[in-house]
């Protein structure tokens, strides 16, 4: 499968941001979609992931009120709505997809290629 994560850029402090990735070449619909983000000099942590139907979500305590994750199976794709958005929120953001509703990076099996979000105070 390959993710193709877009939406990235630079926002001001309590600024809004939509991160999209787009799917293709795998079912989709049947795995569990997640965002993970990587600052620099620091290790991936989880941002939130949805079960395959949409009816589960997981948010890390970081984000939890701020972001929103969603996805639209028809269009093979999965969002992740972010909004007051504050500097310790600015990373590289992956897409993951994978077979199990899980927090851990380990269970997502197949990774998109980051988009960079910014954040100045």
């Known amino acids: 499968v390959q993710l193709q994560a877009s939406g990235g850029g630079l926002v001001q402090t309590g600024g809004s941001l939509t991160l999209s990735c787009a799917a293709s070449g795998r079912t989709f619909s049947y795995n569990v979609m997640g965002w993970f983000r990587q600052a620099k000099g620091k290790e991936r942590e989880f941002v939130a992931a949805?079960?395959?139907?949409?009816?589960?979500?997981l948010y890390a305590d970081s984000v939890k009120g701020r972001f929103t994750i969603s996805r639209d199976n028809a269009k093979s794709a999965v969002y992740l709505q972010m909004s007051s958005l504050k500097p310790e929120d600015t990373a590289v953001y992956y897409c993951?997809?994978?077979?199990?509703?899980?927090?851990?990076?380990?269970?997502?099996?197949?990774w998109g290629q980051g988009t960079q979000v910014t954040v100045s105070s």
């Open positions: 993951a997809l994978g077979p199990r509703f899980s927090n851990e990076g380990s269970d997502f099996d197949s």
């Open positions: 949805i079960s395959w139907r949409g009816s589960n979500t």
